[in-house]
């Protein structure tokens, strides 16, 4: 067995509510009692949430009138369609920003309306709106007036907005990062974070939010529209975007998903043969791990119109040359990450050895495109927050560096960010993610603030190896087809409803092998043997003849175009 330094602990304690919660569950929804008692554990613990839970409906979303400006948005773009004025859509470079900018100028073009998209290059603009990118937008349609719809940016362009106002045009704002300081004199905004909004839900995507433009406009304009076909967009943004998958977030992802397991859209379907996911249902971690990274490529490497492309695509070939075009991205992609994580890995070692929580790396010539990547795969390592710094090629005079932050659970590095503000030339974002601007010269001094405000959170970051696991199964007979198909029922999952995890103790694996590293096996259950695999879990050392514990998750798969369960091992150990 190998000497493994990772720990379990379980959710579910086996107290008598839970499991009265659980019999409930079992009789009302026909699901094993061990699926009520994880519900219970995670706060759904009436028979009314769990109905809203497991039963998520479209009519159950609040009416899109709730959002502040949601009102003036309209009547603006309204008043733009009247006018027979073209629609700039402004949108931005990750898969939400893109996803969001497909949306509007899906639903534009379907009404014939005269549509224009632009989404800013990452290596050469800065993010959101900016004067330069307005101008190209504008130059596609000139002299015409119009509307400026922004998606997923915008609450902070105050002189872009000005700008664009002066050029003739009306600016209607769709963001959902958190406001900072003055907000921009839009025609209309829109941004469930803003001040004054009472919109009962705050979490949605960029492309979430325009996504209850369009149910608005479609309410105003009286027309008849599949607004439904869309939501294959919504799901991408969301999930890639690691919004909370509860609420109206989950009814709209859990739609998305049937809609983009089904998808019309030719560019994804040849993204789905690029990614192995034909002929199955799409799953909110294929978005995560599959597809976001390929059209996040397409951004990264400075080419998001390409991004759009897929979505957008009429005909075969044109949606196979995007996706083939996002593939070849997506690789290169991959090797400037490899380059690069090693060097700042060992950046980050030193920096753990030193005792800092917050941890900062600078790689002068590191591409601006993979700096989120490295300090994801770098908090993931470390479990602290991580920024990541490049010089910003942008810059001429080469005083200034830009970087990119990913955080942990109980770390709000926007927050934190503010607190080091006077040394921050430019940041945005949200708590797990943020983006900044320093000077170089700045860099020590900006250091010592930010790690500062890091150990003052005082949160317990470092618990890396420890597992959490849900639901202790007391025996393998509790292991069956029907827990496996249960389990589904939670789905989707990802951020804030994270997938369940099963224990099972003194286990004998069945018909091993260690492969690559990874481990196949098969597990006894009550009524059938499950095929099972653990990623990384083939140490040398491990001795699969003895008894074993056994940390799981039920997945589905597909193997050939035929679904079946499977157990994912997560974590072996000796009791
Ligand atoms: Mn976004």
């Known amino acids: 067995m190998p000497a493994s330094d990772q720990k379990y602990t379980v959710a579910c304690n086996g107290g008598p509510q839970e499991r009265a919660f659980g019999v409930a569950i079992a009789k009302e929804f026909g699901l094993p009692s061990q699926v009520g008692e994880i519900l219970y554990s995670r706060d759904i613990n009436t028979l009314d949430k769990a109905e809203e839970f497991l039963h998520p409906q479209l009519a159950m979303l609040p009416a899109p009138e709730k959002m502040k400006g949601m009102h003036e948005a309209v009547a603006c773009i309204i008043a733009a369609c009247n006018d027979n004025q073209p629609i700039f859509i402004h949108g931005d ?100 974070k803003q001040p004054g909004c009472t919109f009962p839900y705050d979490a949605l995507s960029g492309v979430g939010v325009a996504f209850y433009l369009l149910m608005a406009l479609r309410k105003a304009m009286g027309i008849r529209l599949n607004l439904k076909q869309h939501l294959d967009l919504v799901a991408l943004g969301t999930v890639a975007d690691v919004m909370p998958l509860t609420g109206i977030n989950r009814i709209l992802v859990r739609a998305g998903l049937e809609v983009l397991s089904a998808t019309h859209r030719l560019g994804l379907r040849s993204l789905y043969s690029c990614s192995a996911l034909e002929k199955r249902a799409i799953l909110s971690e294929d978005i995560a791990f599959k597809l976001a990274p ?88 470390h479990q602290r927050p991580v920024l990541v710094f490049a010089d910003d090629c942008k810059d001429r005079a080469g005083e200034t560096i830009k970087g990119s932050g990913r955080s942990v659970k109980g770390v709000n590095l926007f927050q934190v960010l503010a607190c080091c503000d006077q ?96 481990l ?56």
């Not at 003052?456 to 890396?464: E, G, I, P, V």
């Not at 003849?545 to 150990?573: I, N, P």
């Open 93 to 192: 470079y990750d898969v939400d920003g893109i996803s969001a900018t497909a949306l509007l100028v899906s639903f534009f073009l379907e009404l014939n309306r005269q549509t224009f998209f632009y989404i800013p290059n990452r290596l050469q603009e800065n993010y959101g709106l900016s004067i330069k990118s307005i101008d190209r937008l504008v130059a596609q349609c000139p002299n015409r007036g119009g509307v400026l719809i922004s998606v997923d940016c915008g609450i902070s362009a105050v002189e872009e907005v000005v700008y664009a106002r002066q050029l003739g045009l009306r600016v209607v704002i769709t963001d959902h990062h958190e406001p900072r300081g003055m907000l921009p004199e839009a025609d209309a905004l829109i941004d469930p």
């Open 520 to 575: 196949i096996f098969q597990l006894q259950g009550q009524d059938q043997v499950f095929p099972g695999i653990g990623f990384h879990l083939a140490h040398p050392l491990l001795d699969t003849a003895q008894q074993t514990d056994v940390l799981f998750q039920l997945k589905r798969s597909w193997f050939r175009g035929v679904e079946r369960s499977q157990v994912h091992a997560l974590m072996l150990a000796t009791s």
């Open 294 to 381: 390929r059209i996040n490529a397409a951004g990264r490497l400075g080419n998001p119109e390409i991004g759009v492309a897929l979505l957008l695509a009429k005909d075969r070939s044109d949606g196979q040359s995007a996706a083939d075009a996002l593939e070849q991205m997506n690789r290169v992609r991959k090797q400037l990450e490899t380059q690069k994580l090693m060097a700042a890995e060992a950046i980050c070692q030193e920096q753990v050895r030193a005792g800092n929580n917050g941890l900062i790396v600078y790689q002068p010539d590191c591409h601006a495109g993979v700096l989120g990547i490295l300090a994801s795969r770098l908090v993931e390592r």
């Open 423 to 518: 040394t921050i030339e430019q940041f945005g974002g949200h708590a797990m993610a943020v983006g900044l601007t320093i000077k170089r010269n700045n860099l020590e001094r900006f250091a010592s603030i930010f790690n500062h405000q890091i150990s003052m959170l005082k949160c317990n970051m470092h618990d890396s190896n420890q597992i959490m696991a849900d639901y202790r199964l007391p025996d393998a007979s509790m292991l069956t087809a029907h827990l496996a198909h249960a389990v589904q029922w939670l789905q989707p999952f990802g951020e804030s409803n994270p997938e369940p995890i099963f224990l099972l103790e003194r286990q004998r694996l069945l018909a091993s092998k260690k492969k690559n590293g990874h």
